[in-house]
Every structure is written in C-alpha cells, then in structure tokens.
C-alpha cells in the first residue's frame, strides 16, 4: 500500500522559513518524480515545485522559484520542500504526491498526473 506523509507545516511570519518533509512508502520511489502542490481556500490545487525520478533536475512553478527548494532524501523515499522569504499568499495546504507514469523525462505540472497523495500539511504565513 502507498503511502505519503506529510510534516512540518505550521504558522510563520512573513519573512520566515519552513521545511516541509513527505515520507513515502509501498512503492520503488526512486523511478517516479515527486511533487508539492498546494491548495488555498476557494483555490483550485496548483503545482509549487517537482524533482524528477532521477532525483537530478527540480522544477518550480513562478511564484516559488528563488524562494523554495525541493530536495530528495539519499534514500529516494523522502522528499523535502525548504520554503524561505514566505508571504501571506503562501498560505495553503500543501500535499507531495508522487506521479504515476514511471520514469518519465519531464515531471508534469497537472495534478492530474499524480496518482498517490498525502493528507496535507497546513502553511499559514502572517503579515
């Protein structure tokens, strides 16, 4: 059974960092990308960033990139999302997910794609 969780989320001030954790399990990880997406109320769910299954290139949406990395664990099983210089419209929640077509060349944006979730973890930046 696959599974991802989800950690590390929380309240911060604008300016802050958080580092998001999503540990996988029930399948060979290290032959599908990973991704973050998040959701904010009333919002559709919309891609933040993704690593490829070869754990060599990482992809992130506009609103992110400068300001958040995503990394992938030595073990492959283990995804993070560092978020730095948060603003208030970073509050969402957020869910890794990992995709469903194994080793494709360039990890898709659309959740879609995407055929195994955690629960999400809850972001809320302060102004």
């Known amino acids: 059974q696959v599974q991802l969780v989800e950690s590390g989320g929380g309240l911060v001030q604008a300016g802050g960092s958080l580092r998001l954790s999503c540990a996988a399990s029930?399948?060979?990880?290290?032959?599908?990308?990973m991704a973050w997406f998040r959701q904010a109320p009333g919002n559709e769910r919309e891609f933040v960033a993704a690593?490829?299954?070869?754990?060599?290139?990482?992809y992130y949406a506009d609103s992110v990139k400068g300001r958040f990395t995503m990394s992938r664990g030595n073990a492959k099983d283990t995804v993070y999302l560092q978020m730095n210089s948060l603003k208030p419209e970073d509050t969402a929640i957020y869910y890794c997910?990992?995709?469903?077509?194994?080793?494709?060349?360039?990890?898709?944006?659309?959740?879609?794609?995407?055929?195994?979730w955690g629960q999400g973890t809850q972001v809320t930046v302060s102004s």
């Open positions: 997910a990992t995709e469903s077509l194994r080793q494709r060349n360039k990890p898709s944006q659309s959740p879609t794609a995407y055929d195994y």
């Open positions: 029930g399948r060979t990880f290290s032959s599908y990308a």
């Open positions: 690593i490829k299954w070869s754990g060599t290139t990482t």
